[in-house]
């Protein structure tokens, strides 16, 4: 069994087979599978546990694990965003960034003069300052996806990589 405490100015709530936690900076639901975990809320505390059905037992006893990690994550986004920090690359053609909606445009990558597009996953924000793009959220989740969106459309197929270095790469300053 897992224990999950709920801290101050977050509320944790149960509803079917989903959690919903809700803090000052927005909303996370997380879904589980009701087959294989137990979830109760007692008071300040969210307790997740395995089935008792023996053919599924042991794959319950490792999901409780990972289903307590992901909602103590989704307390901390509620709490404080997370946030993934990328920066514009390019050699020869200035390549821009650009937000459309749920999507993420990247203009002339190598030159290239039809932009490549990245999907914002979930409610996550992405702010674009010169060469700096900053995407931040309450889900984890959705923030590293939407980063990892954005690595896979910047991919350089059919080139030698070492030579052309034109991207949009994780940035590691603060």
């Known amino acids: ?12 709530e149960l509803k079917g087979n989903e959690v919903v936690i809700k803090g000052s900076l927005g909303t996370n639901i997380r879904k589980f599978n009701d087959l294989l975990l137990i979830v109760s809320k007692e008071g300040n505390t969210i307790k997740v546990d395995a089935t008792e059905e023996k053919a599924i ?6 999901s409780t694990k990972s289903m307590a990690t992901e909602i ?11 946030e993934v920090k990328m920066e514009v690359v390019f050699a020869h053609f200035p ?5 459309k909606g749920a999507r993420i445009a990247i203009n002339k990558i190598l030159g290239e003069r039809v ?4 999907n914002i996953v979930g409610t996550t924000k992405v702010e674009v300052k010169d060469k700096a793009v900053r995407i931040y959220g309450t889900s984890l989740d959705d923030v590293t996806q939407t980063a990892a969106n954005v690595r896979t459309a ?6 030698d990589i070492r030579i052309f270095q034109d991207g949009v790469y994780y940035s590691l300053e603060e």
């Open 57 to 62: 037992r042991q794959k319950a006893l490792n």
């Open 154 to 159: 910047c991919k350089i197929r059919k080139k």
């Open 95 to 99: 390549a821009t960034v650009e937000v």
């Open 1 to 12: 069994m897992e224990v999950v405490e709920v801290p101050q100015g977050v509320t944790a």
């Open 115 to 118: 932009p490549r597009y990245a």
């Open 72 to 82: 103590r994550n989704d307390i901390k986004g509620v709490q404080k965003h997370f």
